[in-house]
Nanobody, 126 residues
Framework: QVQLVESGGGLVQAGGSLRLSCAASGGTFGDYAMGWFRQASGKEREFVAAISRNGGNTEYTTSVKGRFTISRDNAKNTVYLQMNSLKPEDTAAYYC???????????????????WGRGTQVTVSS
């Protein structure tokens, strides 16, 4: 069992930055690709970004390309999401998740992930 704990959320003004962290425990972190998802109030959970097991490949949803960067530190069992130029529409609960294999299609699908964190709230004010 892999446990995931997100941190780093908060309230920020539009145009600001936040860095989310997701710490993993209870398993072999390097065996999993990692993804970030978000869920705004009243909406479905949506894919944000994903990174392969060794960090060599990444995927982003179109709306965050050029603003968000996903990275990982396998020595620290942690995945990060650097969010710059934040917009009010980025307001959501952000979740990290672990998936055994990385592919451009599977990482975008919530049902492909084995483990999920409980989320951290990001609120962007206008």
């Amino acid at each position: 069992q892999v446990q995931l704990v997100e941190s780093g959320g908060g309230l920020v003004q539009a145009g600001g930055s936040l860095r989310l962290s997701c710490a993993a425990s209870g398993g072999t972190f390097g065996d999993y690709a990692m993804g970030w998802f978000r869920q705004a109030s009243g909406k479905e959970r949506e894919f944000v970004a994903a990174i392969s097991r060794n960090g060599g490949n990444t995927e982003y949803t179109t709306s965050v390309k050029g603003r968000f960067t996903i990275s990982r530190d396998n020595a620290k069992n942690t995945v990060y999401l650097q969010m710059n130029s934040l917009k009010p529409e980025d307001t959501a609960a952000y979740y990290c998740a672990a998936i055994p294999l990385f592919s451009m299609i599977s990482v975008r699908r919530t049902q492909q992930y084995d483990y999920w964190g409980r989320g951290t709230q990001v609120t962007v004010s206008s």
